[in-house]
């Protein structure tokens, strides 16, 4: 769109959208209490965006309707599935007087299939209702979680191309035969699910010509009201398994050795590298009692380390009988020998049942609160207790030299703004590593809203100049978009300019 049509275009008339919102999806469904708002607005860091209303369809004709309305009305929407998407914008859209489009209400499992494991679903979904819907049913299959929140949206993570923890680290490759509603209201399927009456929707992701799923994901090109997730089998066998290392050049070496075991299938999916800040912060809170201030002096540091380690290395080894666990064991065994902490298995999962295998589990959200001077509360919720957080996830090829390279730079640079470097390798492939660093601190303490975004920009351009870039830019990115070399930010303009000519789907989100 030229700076000459958009002068051309009549302003958003939101009291008219308003009012056609409440027609199509009824007046009980369109939110303007100031206390709602207020909340959508806020995030786990400093956010200016304000939210006019939060309009909530229930299945995807009154996406369709909704998206019509603001089309016609040209007021922005921004879709949200479950809204957790905390350390990248919660559910802060990212341009300002933009309409909440809450899917949380189409939150029906469509279809399941235990043979072929797939599980069909709306997007309000949540990992947690997915859990115990499998579970009810005695399922043998189970769904691939993540390390965030149990009531967070599985196909909000897979359209971010979420990591998750289990056998299929990299989700959004698992999925097919999405349902999206264009900003114009068109409505398309992926895949073979465009075909009436197909049988191989739910099983084949590619279908015929040119592959849409990758439009809808990290993207404002459509809404996405349906998706179809491949499911795991259950192992009977599975044991989660620890070691850790205490100096820098072993955990290179070890990232070699456990990348060779990834590509051979002794390990299959996610497994973990987290360094000492991340494990204090998941255990307790900041030491203010006996440190004082912040950061952390490295005293304090190393008084953890000394029991505790510099790198943790986690995750699970399963199989079906005991006997060819027993195998991997060994292999494991063998690849890390000399740890400094030595493997350790946990006994035998009961049911295989392990965050490993399909259990969400809150656990890692208690590291929002690590500089808070409050206590960590049943219920986290990081934004309403103003949290700060903010994530920066970098691709990494998994070879210990450039895991080294990486690491110095997100190790070195939080440190420089007071920050503690709370870092993790992921394996995400047998290939990939994603580098992942939070920047934990208290929004209530004075001037470090600013400091964390300052932060997160020194860091994400130091890892971008030496060829590391974000896998995924959440509201803090807004602002620190690298350069591209070839001609996709025009292609990215004219995709826009064509599947949202009034620009009314989450203006303000880079394409591509
Ligand atoms: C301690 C902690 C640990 C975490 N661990 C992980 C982890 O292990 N793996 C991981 O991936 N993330 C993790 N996260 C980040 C985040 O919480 C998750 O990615 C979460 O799944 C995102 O929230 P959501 O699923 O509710 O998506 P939402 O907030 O609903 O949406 C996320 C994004 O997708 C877009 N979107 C959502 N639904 C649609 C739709 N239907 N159509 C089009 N666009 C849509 C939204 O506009 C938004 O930009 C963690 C966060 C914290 C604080």
């Avoid at 700076?3 to 009291?15: G, I, M, Y």
């Avoid at 009980?28 to 709602?36: C, I, K, L, R, T």
């Avoid at 006996?290 to 005293?299: A, E, F, I, Q």
């Amino acid at each position: 769109m030229s700076e000459n049509d958009a002068k051309a275009r009549p302003s958003p008339d939101l009291q008219a959208a308003l009012a056609a919102f409440r027609e199509a999806v009824g007046e009980a469904h369109v939110n303007v209490d100031p206390d709602a708002l207020e909340a959508a607005q806020t995030a786990t860091f400093a956010t200016t965006q304000r939210v006019p209303a939060i309009v909530r369809p229930a299945d995807t004709a009154q996406v369709q309707a909704c998206l019509r309305i603001a089309a016609a009305h040209r007021v922005p929407v921004y879709p949200v599935s479950a809204g957790r998407n905390w350390g990248y914008g919660s559910r802060v859209p990212p341009g300002d007087g933009s309409v909440l489009l809450d899917l949380g209400r189409m939150n029906r499992i469509l279809a399941h299939d235990e043979q072929l494991a797939y599980l069909t679903v709306e997007p309000g979904v949540t990992f947690r209702q997915a859990h115990a819907w499998l579970r009810e049913r005695g399922s043998t299959t189970f769904i691939t979680t993540i390390g965030g929140s149990p009531d967070a949206s599985m196909v909000g993570n897979a359209l971010e191309r979420g990591d998750g923890r289990g056998p299929h680290a990299d989700i959004f490759q698992h999925v097919c035969a999405l349902e999206a509603v264009l900003p114009t209201g068109e409505r398309v399927e992926t895949g073979h699910a465009r075909f009436p009456e197909s049988r191989a929707a739910p099983v084949f992701r590619w279908g015929l010509g040119p592959v849409l799923d990758g439009l809808f994901s990290q993207s404002s090109l459509g809404v996405v009201t349906r998706m179809t997730f491949w499911l795991s089998r259950k192992q009977p066998w599975l044991r989660e398994f620890f070691c850790a290392v205490n100096d820098d050049a072993q955990l290179w070496d070890m990232v070699d050795r456990l990348q060779a075991l990834a590509l051979d299938g002794t390990l299959r999916g996610s497994f973990f590298f987290w360094n000492d800040i991340k494990a204090f912060s998941v255990t307790q809170q900041f030491p203010y009692a006996s440190v004082g201030r912040t950061p952390l002096p490295d005293w304090a540091r190393d008084k953890f380390r000394e029991g505790f380690g510099r790198w943790a290395i986690s995750g699970a080894l399963s199989a079906p009988d005991a006997e060819m666990g027993a195998l991997l064991e060994k292999r494991l065994a063998r690849a890390v020998e000399g740890a400094f902490r030595p493997l350790s298995f946990g006994p035998v999962a009961p049911d295989g049942e392990s965050p490993f295998q399909g259990v969400p589990t809150e656990a890692n959200l208690a590291m929002t609160y690590w500089r808070k001077r409050t206590p960590r509360p049943e219920d986290p919720d990081p934004d309403r207790d103003r949290c700060g957080f903010i994530w920066c996830s970098v691709a990494v090829p998994f070879t210990g030299q450039e895991a080294k390279r990486a690491v110095e730079i997100a190790d070195r640079v939080p440190r420089l703004f007071g920050f503690e470097p709370n870092l993790a390798l992921l394996a995400h492939s047998p290939r990939c590593l994603y580098l992942v660093a939070a920047l934990a601190y208290d929004r209530d303490a004075r001037g470090e809203d600013a400091r964390a975004q300052a932060c997160y920009r020194a860091l994400s351009r130091e890892l971008a100049d030496a060829g590391y870039h974000l896998t995924r830019a959440g509201l803090q990115a807004q602002e620190a978009a690298p350069p591209v070399r070839d001609d996709s930010p025009e292609v990215g303009r004219r995709l826009k300019a064509a599947l949202d000519p009034e620009g009314i789907l989450a203006p303000g989100r880079s394409e591509p």
